[in-house]
């Protein structure tokens, strides 16, 4: 994915995914930053079809960048596999969660493989959650 013609906050995530930026001494978040938060939030909420766990807590979402001059989410995410029965499930799922903001008008999405997934992109919540399940992770 290319860069985004404006510059966003993001932080890379302990799991290698970014995560929004929190203010800092410089002053609080921008009107972009604070669309991405909410991007993020709704991400939290798009679950697996097939486990009731988030795009975010399995480590599927690579990057999110939001470009307020287009109105636009770019988003990079990733599968646990590449025949994933679920992708346009998930794909669907995530444009219709990030179009229901009110400041995106166009949802892009570039499916990568590498990073590869693996179980440490887990986050812990998830990890948990999978094994209430009795998924072993």
């Not at 993001?10 to 970014?18: F, M, N, P």
């Not at 993020?40 to 480590?59: C, K, T």
């Not at 990733?78 to 444009?95: K, L, S």
Request: aromatic share 4%; glycine share 4%.
């Amino acid at each position: 994915m290319s860069a985004p013609a404006s510059p966003t906050a993001t932080i890379a995530a302990e799991d290698g995914a970014s995560a929004p930026a929190s203010p800092t001494a410089t002053g609080p978040l921008t009107a972009a930053e604070v669309v991405e938060a909410r991007l993020w939030e709704a991400l939290r909420h798009v679950e697996d079809p097939e486990i009731p766990v988030s795009v975010v807590g399995m480590g599927l979402i690579v990057s999110l960048a939001y470009r307020a001059d287009q109105r636009a989410a770019d988003l990079e995410i990733t599968f646990t596999a590449m025949g994933c029965p679920a992708m346009e499930f998930i794909e669907d799922d995530i444009r219709s969660a990030l179009l229901a903001d009110p400041d995106v008008d166009t949802v892009n999405i570039e499916v990568v493989w590498d990073p590869v997934w693996t179980k440490d992109r887990l986050r812990a919540e998830a990890r948990s959650k999978m094994r209430q399940l009795g998924i072993a992770v």
